[in-house]
Protein backbone atom coordinates (compact mmCIF):
# COMPACT_ATOMS: atom_id res chain seq x y z
CA UNK A 1 0.00 0.00 0.00
CA UNK A 2 1.43 3.33 -1.25
CA UNK A 3 1.93 5.67 2.09
CA UNK A 4 2.87 9.05 -0.12
CA UNK A 5 -0.35 10.81 -0.85
CA UNK A 6 -1.08 11.01 -3.85
CA UNK A 7 -1.98 15.14 -4.19
CA UNK A 8 -1.36 16.77 -1.05
CA UNK A 9 -2.34 20.94 -1.18
CA UNK A 10 -1.20 23.19 1.67
CA UNK A 11 -2.24 26.42 2.61
CA UNK A 12 -3.27 27.61 -0.93
CA UNK A 13 -4.02 30.99 -1.58
CA UNK A 14 -5.13 32.66 -5.49
CA UNK A 15 -5.91 35.65 -6.06
CA UNK A 16 -6.27 37.50 -9.22
CA UNK A 17 -5.57 41.00 -10.29
CA UNK A 18 -8.30 43.49 -10.62
CA UNK A 19 -8.33 47.42 -10.71
CA UNK A 20 -8.44 48.05 -6.97
CA UNK A 21 -5.13 45.28 -6.68
CA UNK A 22 -5.77 41.46 -5.88
CA UNK A 23 -9.37 39.75 -5.18
CA UNK A 24 -8.69 36.37 -3.13
CA UNK A 25 -10.45 33.92 -4.97
CA UNK A 26 -8.91 30.99 -2.47
CA UNK A 27 -8.08 31.10 1.05
CA UNK A 28 -5.75 28.77 2.81
CA UNK A 29 -7.02 25.45 1.01
CA UNK A 30 -5.28 22.00 2.86
CA UNK A 31 -6.33 18.67 1.39
CA UNK A 32 -4.69 15.57 0.49
CA UNK A 33 -5.77 12.38 -1.68
CA UNK A 34 -4.91 8.94 -1.64
CA UNK A 35 -3.96 6.53 -4.86
CA UNK A 36 -7.93 5.23 -5.76
CA UNK A 37 -9.77 7.77 -3.29
CA UNK A 38 -12.42 10.16 -4.47
CA UNK A 39 -12.73 13.53 -3.02
CA UNK A 40 -15.85 15.67 -3.54
CA UNK A 41 -15.09 19.36 -3.57
CA UNK A 42 -18.81 21.42 -2.97
CA UNK A 43 -20.11 24.93 -2.71
CA UNK A 44 -21.97 27.24 -4.94
CA UNK A 45 -20.89 29.13 -7.57
CA UNK A 46 -18.06 31.48 -7.04
CA UNK A 47 -16.92 29.66 -3.91
CA UNK A 48 -13.49 28.70 -5.35
CA UNK A 49 -14.31 25.37 -5.90
CA UNK A 50 -13.04 25.72 -10.22
CA UNK A 51 -9.88 28.43 -9.50
CA UNK A 52 -8.84 25.61 -7.10
CA UNK A 53 -8.51 22.74 -9.38
CA UNK A 54 -6.90 24.68 -11.93
CA UNK A 55 -4.14 26.34 -9.23
CA UNK A 56 -3.44 22.28 -9.32
CA UNK A 57 -3.23 21.93 -12.69
CA UNK A 58 -0.90 25.19 -12.72
CA UNK A 59 -3.54 26.68 -15.91
CA UNK A 60 -3.96 30.29 -14.15
CA UNK A 61 -2.61 32.83 -16.50
CA UNK A 62 0.09 33.91 -14.70
CA UNK A 63 0.34 37.64 -15.51
CA UNK A 64 -3.71 37.80 -14.05
CA UNK A 65 -3.43 35.37 -10.79
CA UNK A 66 -1.13 34.48 -8.00
CA UNK A 67 -0.63 31.14 -6.66
CA UNK A 68 0.81 30.99 -3.37
CA UNK A 69 0.95 28.01 -1.13
CA UNK A 70 3.28 26.02 1.08
CA UNK A 71 2.86 22.90 -1.38
CA UNK A 72 1.61 21.57 -3.91
CA UNK A 73 2.49 17.78 -4.43
CA UNK A 74 1.49 15.09 -6.72
CA UNK A 75 2.72 11.63 -6.47
CA UNK A 76 5.36 13.67 -3.66
CA UNK A 77 6.66 15.89 -6.72
CA UNK A 78 6.22 19.63 -6.25
CA UNK A 79 4.01 21.22 -8.74
CA UNK A 80 5.36 24.73 -7.41
CA UNK A 81 8.46 24.32 -9.01
CA UNK A 82 8.22 22.30 -11.87
CA UNK A 83 9.27 24.16 -14.70
CA UNK A 84 6.53 24.76 -18.09
CA UNK A 85 8.20 21.92 -19.36
CA UNK A 86 7.91 19.22 -16.84
CA UNK A 87 4.55 20.82 -15.96
CA UNK A 88 3.63 19.94 -20.10
CA UNK A 89 4.79 16.26 -19.57
CA UNK A 90 2.74 15.76 -16.22
CA UNK A 91 -0.70 17.26 -17.50
CA UNK A 92 -2.57 14.32 -19.61
CA UNK A 93 -0.08 11.90 -17.94
CA UNK A 94 -0.24 12.03 -14.86
CA UNK A 95 -2.68 14.06 -13.88
CA UNK A 96 -5.63 15.20 -16.57
CA UNK A 97 -8.89 16.91 -16.26
CA UNK A 98 -12.48 16.90 -17.28
CA UNK A 99 -13.98 20.56 -17.40
CA UNK A 100 -17.31 21.78 -17.27
CA UNK A 101 -18.48 22.47 -20.29
CA UNK A 102 -18.11 20.12 -23.55
CA UNK A 103 -19.54 22.03 -26.08
CA UNK A 104 -17.07 25.07 -25.64
CA UNK A 105 -13.50 21.95 -24.68
CA UNK A 106 -13.37 20.32 -28.22
CA UNK A 107 -12.20 22.25 -31.20
CA UNK A 108 -15.23 22.34 -33.72
CA UNK A 109 -12.74 22.42 -36.64
CA UNK A 110 -11.04 19.22 -36.17
CA UNK A 111 -12.58 15.32 -35.45
CA UNK A 112 -13.10 14.25 -32.03
CA UNK A 113 -10.99 11.25 -32.68
CA UNK A 114 -8.32 13.47 -34.40
CA UNK A 115 -8.22 15.41 -31.15
CA UNK A 116 -7.96 12.83 -28.55
CA UNK A 117 -5.35 11.18 -30.86
CA UNK A 118 -3.04 13.55 -30.61
CA UNK A 119 -3.46 14.05 -26.80
CA UNK A 120 -2.07 10.72 -26.87
CA UNK A 121 0.98 11.45 -29.36
CA UNK A 122 1.87 14.70 -27.15
CA UNK A 123 3.25 12.31 -24.37
CA UNK A 124 3.90 9.08 -25.70
CA UNK A 125 6.57 7.78 -28.63
CA UNK A 126 4.20 5.57 -30.54
CA UNK A 127 2.73 5.55 -34.48
CA UNK A 128 -0.58 7.34 -35.49
CA UNK A 129 -1.60 3.99 -36.52
CA UNK A 130 -1.33 2.46 -33.20
CA UNK A 131 -2.84 5.36 -31.50
CA UNK A 132 -5.87 5.49 -33.88
CA UNK A 133 -6.10 1.70 -32.68
CA UNK A 134 -6.16 3.36 -28.95
CA UNK A 135 -8.42 5.85 -29.18
CA UNK A 136 -10.96 3.53 -30.77
CA UNK A 137 -10.61 1.21 -27.42
CA UNK A 138 -11.16 4.07 -25.38
CA UNK A 139 -14.42 5.24 -27.32
CA UNK A 140 -15.40 1.90 -26.90
CA UNK A 141 -14.33 2.23 -23.52
CA UNK A 142 -16.60 5.14 -22.64
CA UNK A 143 -19.19 3.47 -24.49
CA UNK A 144 -19.48 5.56 -27.38
CA UNK A 145 -21.61 3.77 -30.11
CA UNK A 146 -19.96 3.56 -33.51
CA UNK A 147 -16.52 4.55 -32.29
CA UNK A 148 -15.09 4.56 -36.18
CA UNK A 149 -18.06 6.73 -37.05
CA UNK A 150 -17.45 8.83 -33.56
CA UNK A 151 -13.45 9.17 -34.49
CA UNK A 152 -14.31 10.85 -37.88
CA UNK A 153 -17.61 12.80 -36.75
CA UNK A 154 -16.65 16.33 -35.74
CA UNK A 155 -18.04 17.87 -32.35
CA UNK A 156 -20.96 19.52 -33.95
CA UNK A 157 -22.64 16.00 -34.91
CA UNK A 158 -22.67 14.49 -31.20
CA UNK A 159 -25.09 15.05 -28.51
CA UNK A 160 -23.56 16.85 -25.53
CA UNK A 161 -23.36 13.38 -23.37
CA UNK A 162 -21.11 11.93 -26.37
CA UNK A 163 -19.03 14.94 -26.27
CA UNK A 164 -18.48 14.09 -23.05
CA UNK A 165 -17.60 11.15 -23.14
CA UNK A 166 -15.02 11.65 -25.63
CA UNK A 167 -13.58 14.46 -23.16
CA UNK A 168 -13.51 11.36 -20.65
CA UNK A 169 -11.99 9.48 -23.37
CA UNK A 170 -8.76 11.92 -23.85
CA UNK A 171 -8.60 12.64 -20.07
CA UNK A 172 -8.04 9.10 -19.47
CA UNK A 173 -5.83 7.97 -22.43
CA UNK A 174 -2.32 8.38 -20.87
CA UNK A 175 -3.98 6.53 -17.81
CA UNK A 176 -3.33 9.53 -15.40
CA UNK A 177 -2.42 9.21 -11.61
CA UNK A 178 -5.17 11.76 -10.53
CA UNK A 179 -8.34 12.83 -12.94
CA UNK A 180 -10.37 16.09 -11.41
CA UNK A 181 -13.65 16.30 -13.33
CA UNK A 182 -14.82 20.26 -12.49
CA UNK A 183 -18.81 19.43 -13.15
CA UNK A 184 -18.36 17.26 -15.64
CA UNK A 185 -22.58 16.28 -15.91
CA UNK A 186 -23.66 20.24 -15.56
CA UNK A 187 -24.98 20.37 -19.43
CA UNK A 188 -26.21 18.01 -19.39
CA UNK A 189 -29.73 15.76 -18.72
CA UNK A 190 -30.58 13.62 -15.77
CA UNK A 191 -29.96 10.25 -17.59
CA UNK A 192 -27.38 11.12 -19.38
CA UNK A 193 -25.75 12.76 -16.00
CA UNK A 194 -26.34 9.40 -14.04
CA UNK A 195 -24.55 7.24 -17.11
CA UNK A 196 -21.37 9.68 -16.59
CA UNK A 197 -21.26 9.10 -13.22
CA UNK A 198 -21.44 5.48 -13.26
CA UNK A 199 -18.66 5.53 -16.21
CA UNK A 200 -16.46 7.88 -14.30
CA UNK A 201 -16.98 5.07 -10.74
CA UNK A 202 -16.39 2.35 -13.45
CA UNK A 203 -13.02 3.78 -14.71
CA UNK A 204 -11.58 4.78 -11.63
CA UNK A 205 -11.78 1.16 -10.21
CA UNK A 206 -10.42 0.25 -13.52
CA UNK A 207 -7.41 2.17 -13.89
CA UNK A 208 -6.79 2.81 -10.29
CA UNK A 209 -7.26 6.81 -10.22
CA UNK A 210 -6.96 9.43 -7.53
CA UNK A 211 -10.20 11.48 -8.67
CA UNK A 212 -11.48 15.23 -7.57
CA UNK A 213 -14.93 15.52 -8.21
CA UNK A 214 -16.06 18.91 -8.24
CA UNK A 215 -20.35 19.89 -7.66
CA UNK A 216 -22.77 22.06 -6.43
CA UNK A 217 -24.83 19.15 -5.75
CA UNK A 218 -24.12 17.08 -2.27
CA UNK A 219 -26.62 14.15 -3.42
CA UNK A 220 -23.93 13.79 -6.24
CA UNK A 221 -21.14 13.75 -4.09
CA UNK A 222 -22.86 11.29 -1.61
CA UNK A 223 -22.64 7.77 -3.86
CA UNK A 224 -19.56 8.63 -5.51
CA UNK A 225 -17.15 10.17 -2.78
CA UNK A 226 -14.87 8.88 0.30
CA UNK A 227 -14.49 12.70 1.35
CA UNK A 228 -15.35 15.74 0.93
CA UNK A 229 -14.40 19.26 1.47
CA UNK A 230 -17.39 22.10 1.27
CA UNK A 231 -16.30 25.72 -0.13
CA UNK A 232 -18.00 28.62 1.00
CA UNK A 233 -16.25 32.38 -0.42
CA UNK A 234 -13.25 30.71 -0.63
CA UNK A 235 -12.24 28.84 2.63
CA UNK A 236 -13.09 25.54 2.66
CA UNK A 237 -15.54 25.58 5.88
CA UNK A 238 -15.59 21.62 6.50
CA UNK A 239 -14.20 18.32 5.24
CA UNK A 240 -13.98 15.01 6.57
CA UNK A 241 -15.37 11.60 5.45
CA UNK A 242 -18.47 11.65 3.00
CA UNK A 243 -20.67 9.82 5.27
CA UNK A 244 -19.37 11.58 8.75
CA UNK A 245 -20.50 15.22 7.14
CA UNK A 246 -23.43 14.30 5.65
CA UNK A 247 -24.87 12.53 8.01
CA UNK A 248 -23.59 14.91 10.85
CA UNK A 249 -22.75 18.55 8.87
CA UNK A 250 -21.20 20.81 11.78
CA UNK A 251 -20.95 24.09 9.69
CA UNK A 252 -24.17 26.06 9.50
CA UNK A 253 -22.91 26.42 5.60
CA UNK A 254 -22.78 22.35 5.16
CA UNK A 255 -26.43 22.49 7.20
CA UNK A 256 -27.98 24.72 4.27
CA UNK A 257 -26.40 23.31 1.30
CA UNK A 258 -28.29 19.59 3.00
CA UNK A 259 -31.79 21.53 3.58
Not at 132 to 146: C, G, I, N, T, Y
Not at 179 to 198: H, R
Given at each position: MNKTPLLAVKNLHVSFRNEEGWLHAVQDASFSLAHGQTLGIVGESGSGKSVTSLAIMQLLAKNQSRVEATNIELEGQSLLHCSGEKLRQLRGNRM???????????????????????????????????????????????????????????????????????????????????????????????????????????????????????THDLAVINGLADKVAVMQKGKIVEQGPVKEVLQNPQHPYTQGLLA
Open positions: AMIFQEPMSSLNPVFRCGMQVEEAILAHEKISRKMAKKRVLALFEKVKLPHPENMYHAYPHQLSGGQKQRVMIAMAISCNPALLIADEPTTALDVTVQQNILELLQELQQQYGMGMIFI
